[in-house]
């Protein structure tokens, strides 16, 4: 565990939840933190958390109350002394930071989710002194939860883009890093570009088998000739050839559109951006008056996401049926000309019913 190395486990889990009391045993945290490590090892890699803890048990880490608290603006590859494994001190002891801040603010969700009530014997009660306090009201409660999240997502990004800008060898080695150099929408940015997800790193991470998916659903089939080329011109980043950087372009959106369809439908909506889904909540009446997004709704949404997917998916079938018109009406007449061609006509291959290509 990347917490109490030295008897400061409360100490150090303050550090990022300043609003835990200091008299709160560390014990009753201790399991919200494994399973919470165990989030954070899923999103960026076994081993990258274990560089992590490496570092934190190693000599060249200690904890103080007046440690660093790393911002995104300090964050450099640095130059610092070894820790012994080959690692940068300054760059791990911000790696340690980071996976910390993530942890901890994961934990104490999950541990506040319980801690509103004590569970007894005879079932869950509320203890209070009627003197001093009162119970939190349930929407309360909703926005606080809300609040944790947001700060939850918010550490993920972090940790995530400190990763991607320091190229953490543990992360660009990890399968789900390479993945994305294969994908069309390879980067958190890529994506956010053409369809807004308040440029969440950890969504994007979360939605990369949700992209290669529908990549190979949609878009292979109908660009098969040129697929394998655009795949080796994304790995080696060239971008040199023009037909095949029009096909990627025009590609991304609806690719993007495809995907926000599948990660409604699987995702969890708290890690989703409110700008994708809108939970509908109420907080006047509390949780007896609030609800989730009606299934009606979100299939509804789903199909107009869907929808615009294919009228966008038609563009890139313009494309190529132009191009290939184009190609073969120039070697039928000798000419040479290596003009890129517009696309001129819609093609009727896309069945809007059943979603599918005809090849």
């Known amino acids: 565990m990347i917490f109490n190395k030295d008897?400061?486990?409360?100490?150090?889990?303050?550090?990022?939840?300043?609003?835990?009391?200091?008299?709160?045993?560390?014990?009753?945290?201790?399991?919200?933190?494994?399973?919470?490590?165990r989030e954070v090892a899923k999103v960026v890699g076994r081993a990258v958390f274990l560089r992590a803890e490496r570092h934190y048990f190693s000599t060249n880490f200690t904890f103080s109350e007046t440690m660093y608290t790393p911002t995104l603006a300090g964050y450099s590859s640095g130059s610092g002394s070894s820790s012994g494994s080959?690692?940068?001190?300054?760059?791990?002891d911000q790696l340690v930071a980071l996976v910390q801040r993530t942890v901890a603010l994961y934990a104490y969700r999950q541990y506040s989710l319980n801690n509103d009530v004590s569970h007894g014997p005879t079932g869950r009660r509320v203890m209070i002194d009627n003197e001093n306090e009162k119970v939190a009201s349930e929407w309360m409660l909703e926005k606080d939860d809300d609040s944790t999240m947001r700060k939850v997502n918010d550490a993920f990004d972090a940790l995530i883009e400190f990763l991607d800008e320091n190229e953490i060898a543990e992360w660009v080695n990890s399968d789900i890093?390479?993945?994305?150099?294969?994908?069309?929408l390879?980067?958190?940015?890529?994506?956010?570009?053409?369809?807004?997800?308040?440029?969440?790193?950890?969504?994007?991470?979360?939605?990369?088998?949700?992209?290669?998916?529908?990549?190979?659903?949609y878009?292979?089939?109908?660009i098969t000739a040129y697929y394998d080329d655009l795949i080796t011109s994304l790995r080696n980043n060239s971008n040199v050839n023009p037909v095949l950087v029009r096909i990627k372009e025009l590609?991304?959106?609806?690719?993007?559109?495809?995907?926000?369809?599948?990660?409604?439908?699987?995702?969890?909506?708290?890690?989703l951006p409110d700008a994708i889904v809108q939970e509908y909540k109420s907080y006047i009446t509390g949780r007896t008056g609030s609800f989730p997004v009606k299934q009606s709704e979100k299939e509804q949404y789903i199909k107009n996401i869907t929808d615009d997917a294919v009228k966008e998916l038609r563009l890139l079938e313009n494309y190529i049926k132009a191009y290939e018109e184009a190609l073969a009406a120039s070697s039928g007449s000798g000419?040479?000309?290596?003009?890129?061609?517009?696309?001129?006509?819609?093609?009727?291959?896309?069945?809007?019913?059943?979603?599918?290509?005809?090849?």
């Open 186 to 217: 390879s980067s958190t940015k890529e994506f956010n570009n053409v369809y807004p997800i308040d440029g969440s790193r950890r969504l994007y991470v979360a939605m990369i088998p949700f992209i290669k998916e529908n990549q190979v659903k």
């Open 335 to 359: 000419s040479d000309s290596d003009e890129e061609p517009e696309p001129t006509t819609i093609a009727e291959r896309m069945d809007e019913r059943n979603l599918f290509v005809r090849v």
């Open 86 to 92: 080959g690692d940068s001190v300054d760059i791990n």
């Open 7 to 37: 008897g400061n486990g409360i100490s150090e889990f303050r550090h990022f939840c300043q609003w835990v009391y200091g008299s709160t045993d560390f014990r009753d945290l201790i399991n919200d933190l494994l399973l919470a490590e």
């Open 177 to 184: 890093y390479r993945l994305t150099k294969e994908l069309i």
């Open 251 to 271: 590609a991304q959106l609806p690719l993007a559109l495809f995907t926000i369809a599948t990660a409604v439908k699987r995702l969890s909506v708290k890690l």
């Open 219 to 222: 878009i292979r089939p109908l």
